[in-house]
């Protein structure tokens, strides 16, 4: 699919043009914590400084009454749109013309938007602390889950465009170095290698 049809698929969802798209790609599950995210909505309003647009998609899951129903209540539908799911094309589009990617997750460690977001060249905000003593808390805006005022101070990045090509490039660096073709066949062929050790361990 060529890039100006990904434009198109995403000028369909009628998006405003004059805020940072922030993306969230997950099912309406409780620990996915859509909720962070509309608090955060509440407060960029109190602040008057709402240049942002939130994009929710995924499967009505058990908690997507609780957030539609929220959003509702409180107002916010010119600022946190719900698709329901998606084609994988809607998705990269998505993903292609958004501005950052967040993650306020209670589960983890990792989750696959995180190397999507490093393929696709878009930052992600991800919720502080979830990933323990690895490497790729250095590519990770992290968020503290229980400070709506933390991941508002963390937006400003958006309009940092010099900073975000930075960070991006390195993140893509990062991802073609664990998941390019050639170390996905390292690695499967270290799983075969040690399991013909292993079958070597006793008799057939």
């Not at 501005?99 to 589960?107: E, I, K, L, R, S």
Request: hydrophobic residues 35%; glycine residues 2%.
């Amino acid at each position: 699919i060529s890039k100006q049809t990904f434009t198109e698929i995403f000028n369909n969802f009628n998006l405003p043009k004059d805020k940072k798209i922030i993306f969230y790609p997950a099912q309406f599950w409780p620990h996915k914590n859509h909720k962070y995210i509309i608090d955060t909505a509440k407060k960029l309003i109190e602040k008057n400084e709402f240049r942002y647009h939130f994009v929710f998609c995924g499967g009505k899951k058990g908690n997507f009454n609780f957030i539609n129903d929220l959003i509702k209540k409180e107002g916010l539908q010119k600022y946190i749109s719900i698709f329901n799911f998606l084609k994988d094309e809607e998705i990269i589009s998505l993903y292609l013309n958004s501005n950052a990617v967040v993650m306020p997750t209670y589960c983890g460690p990792t989750n696959l938007p995180i190397y999507e977001s490093f393929y696709f060249k878009k930052i992600i905000f991800y919720t502080k602390n979830l990933i323990k003593d690895d490497s790729i808390n250095d590519h990770l805006i992290q968020i503290d889950l229980s400070s709506p005022e933390d991941f508002c101070k963390k937006l400003k990045i958006c309009f940092d465009l010099q900073k975000i090509k930075e960070i991006t490039e390195i993140n893509f660096k990062y991802y073609n170095s664990i998941c390019s073709e050639d170390t996905f066949k390292d690695n499967y062929q270290n799983i075969l290698d040690n399991f013909f050790y292993l079958t070597k361990r006793w008799k057939n």
